[in-house]
């Protein structure tokens, strides 16, 4: 059972301190806090973890400071969709809104090479209006003797520019708590020109069921994160011939209705090409017009102003001069999506009429 606590609820309060000596005395059940703090208010949620079937929906919402109370329904408690949970599908992050409802596009580099091309590609982006990148500081590699990108070493000009062109979110994987730290100490050394969205990879392969990674992420959210994305990036199949990986972007909708999680996809990652078919249109544009038909909210995708030139997967990027066509194209298939949202709308009111 989750407790979700009046706006602005404090620690120090009366009425919260009645609700914890209530939660300590019940049998069998410990209760885990957690605190979201907005720009204009705080949201407090208490998650009963236990013997909670006995437990009355309507005696805990008369508690006090008690504003609604939810029942777990499904297996993932924090990030999970429940019976009757009206929380947020969204939230937002340095002034830009990641949820269910929309779609932001980050296009970058898959490993950051150098400045120039660095400001070549926000340049691009920002004369698209695009106010999201990818840029790979730290890249693990399945060999060690490959490139392992430049590290912290090019964190301060990545920031610096990224400031320069607008540009509010960088996504950027990392592998150990120490990038996170080395992160963070970029940001303040350069003033918090713009954010970083960490990237935590996790390969799907044969033995990896969808469920396992939800629960990944639930992992992530019970330690007191709940502002997740979830990422497909194919799965790692021999059944994925011709491509890199195979495209597993059906599960766009099946997470969105486990979860309450926005659903990124990443067709360079799975293609691993830029091979096209005989109508013209490559490999990753069509892959990236399923995800974004199927309901997909974020589109991690590579490019590089000199793709011969770059320092990881050089063959799967795209140009520059392809990036207001990708941009159209994903346009297309997003107002798609939303015409199909508005006719299974009038579907469900002619059966209700019905």
Do not use: W
Not at 98 to 124: I, K, T, W, Y
Not at 207 to 230: D, K, P, Q
Not at 305 to 317: C, M, N
């Amino acid at each position: 059972m989750i407790l979700i606590l009046a706006p602005d609820t404090e620690r120090s309060s009366d009425e919260f301190r009645q609700l914890m000596a209530y939660l300590d005395k019940l049998p069998n059940i410990q209760a885990r806090l957690h605190e979201e703090f907005g720009a204009q208010q705080s949201l407090t949620e208490i998650y009963l973890i236990g013997d909670t079937a006995t437990l009355s929906i309507h005696e805990m919402e008369a508690l006090p400071a008690v504003e609604r109370a939810v029942k777990v329904s499904q297996e993932y408690r924090v990030l999970g969709r429940h019976r009757d949970d009206q929380r947020s599908t969204h939230f937002d992050y340095n002034g830009v809104r990641f949820g269910q409802d929309n779609l932001n596009v980050f296009a970058g580099l898959c490993a950051v090479s150098n400045p120039e091309h660095v400001e070549g590609m926000l340049r691009a982006l920002q004369a698209q209006g695009q106010v999201c990148t990818r840029m790979g500081a730290y890249k693990p590699r399945t060999s060690p003797y490959a490139f392992q990108g430049h590290g912290k070493a090019c964190l301060p000009y990545v920031f610096e520019l990224a400031g320069k062109y607008g540009i509010k979110v960088i996504a950027m994987e990392v592998t150990h708590e120490s990038h996170v730290e080395e992160i963070h100490s970029a940001l303040e050394q350069t003033g918090n020109p713009t954010g970083v969205m960490l990237q935590i990879g996790l390969k799907r392969g044969f033995g990896i069921t969808l469920e396992e990674s939800l629960n990944a992420a639930e992992y992530l959210a019970s330690e007191g994160n709940r502002r997740v994305v979830f990422g497909l990036r194919g799965m790692k199949t021999n059944m994925g011939d011709p491509h890199r990986n195979l495209v597993d972007f059906a599960h766009v909708p099946v997470v969105k209705r486990l979860t309450r999680m926005p659903v990124c996809i990443d067709p360079s990652h799975s293609v691993g090409t830029r091979d096209r078919g005989p109508d013209g249109i490559l490999d990753v544009f069509q892959v990236t017009a399923q995800g974004v038909v199927a309901g997909a909210n974020m589109i991690l995708v590579d490019f590089h102003p000199e793709p011969g030139k770059a320092l990881v997967d050089g063959p799967q990027a795209l140009r520059l001069d392809e990036l207001e066509y990708f941009l159209e194209d994903v346009r297309m298939a997003r107002e798609t999506y939303e015409a199909r949202v508005k006719l299974a709308s009038r579907h469900e009111i002619s059966e209700v009429n019905e």
